[in-house]
């Protein structure tokens, strides 16, 4: 069959090997260690010359079964599963960078990633370089010859800004730098990153995939559409093929020795929440529009911050890159702290809970949680402001949510 949905390919992915009893659900290979016939064969397996597995931490065939469903509706040319969207970061960045270089990337990030950008790796002597990435000529002034990735969000948390990937995309590649994004917040059966010009695509797992909050992971997608001929820290690694450096190290260098890889476990549960996707997202990111437009009519409300509103000042480019439905995560400003602490408080079905895109809707108060460790001072120019809540839209009805927002927001 030819160009079937994304659904019928995710749903309909075959098994690398054939199941001996033909089970449709991929079992879940829970074995630490696979055992092989000869010393040769394992031989090959250790050293990467065979896809034979022999070590879950490394390679599992439930893990990779997963990966393949990803690789089959992404069209990448590689698909690392690990076992958190963090991971998915630092496995990404420590890959491509080495001691001296720079990542050019946005203040405008979710708060343990800021941290790992401006601690973790400066302390490994690699700088982040913090610039508006919504101004091209800020960002073509931050790249020299060490830069390693031009690293964002498709759209921040929480701040809900949009940069334009085509044109950070073409920056990039001009100085020879490789464009990673983290796409969280629209899934890919949405919005096809490589089109923007996106060479990897970084993923938590853990929200619209798990279905339901069941599992953590996340997810590197590799287009293998970036050159790395000439890239500092993949020299070693380039071979026949020069698109081929970034996946191959990651794969048998960094993760393996930062011990991330997804369970086999978390794996089936995620293999589980594709089938679903796409149809939970439109649910969720069809409520997260119709309740952002009552919001904006609701008395004490200030403002909504949500990029599918036709006011938003992103608007136009965030319907260009990712559709009618710019996720299912929204943002409302209160008259203060004590305004978000009270409103919080009253709420009876909403759930006050970190976390985004469970089946239930999640809500929380981001300068006081995710930022609460940071200075004010930090926070203000991360643009976090006391007087902002975060709100993930599950799969109640509009109209059930409304009314828990309206009977806490009462005066």
Known sequence: MKDIS???????????????????????????ACEF???EDMEEAFCGRSKDHFYSRITNPTVQYYEDRVRNVTEAFGVTALNSGMSAISNTLLTLAHAGANVVTSPHLFGNTYSFLKNTLSSLGIEARFCDLTNPDEV??????????????????????????????AIGHNGGVPLIADTTLV????????????????VSSTKYISGGATSLGGLIIDYGSFDWSHFKALKPWINADAHTAFSTRLRREIHRNLGAYLTPQA??????????LHLRFVRQASTCLELARRLQQTEGIVSVNYTGLEDNPFYALSKEQFGQYPGAMLTFDLASREACFSFLNRLKLIRRA????????????????IYGS???D????????????????GLESTDDLMDDILQAIAL
């Open 374 to 376: 940071f200075t004010e």
């Open 187 to 202: 899934p890919f059966s949405a919005f096809r990153a490589k089109d923007f010009g996106v060479d990897i695509e970084l």
């Open 140 to 169: 073509r002034s931050r790249i020299d010859g060490n830069t390693c990735a031009i690293f964002l969000e498709t759209i921040t948390n929480p701040q809900m800004e949009v940069a334009d990937l085509r044109a950070l995309s």
């Open 6 to 32: 994304f659904e019928a390919r995710i749903i309909h992915a075959p098994y690398e090997k054939p199941d001996v009893h033909k089970a449709l659900a991929m079992p879940v290979y829970q074995s630490v």
């Open 267 to 276: 794996a089936y549960m995620q293999i589980l929440g594709l089938e679903t």
């Open 354 to 369: 970190t976390n985004l895109f469970d089946n239930k809707s999640l809500i929380l108060h981001p300068a006081s949680t």
């Open 37 to 39: 016939d000869t010393a």
């Open 378 to 393: 930090l926070r203000q120019s991360m643009h976090i402001k006391q007087q902002t809540i975060r709100l993930s839209t």
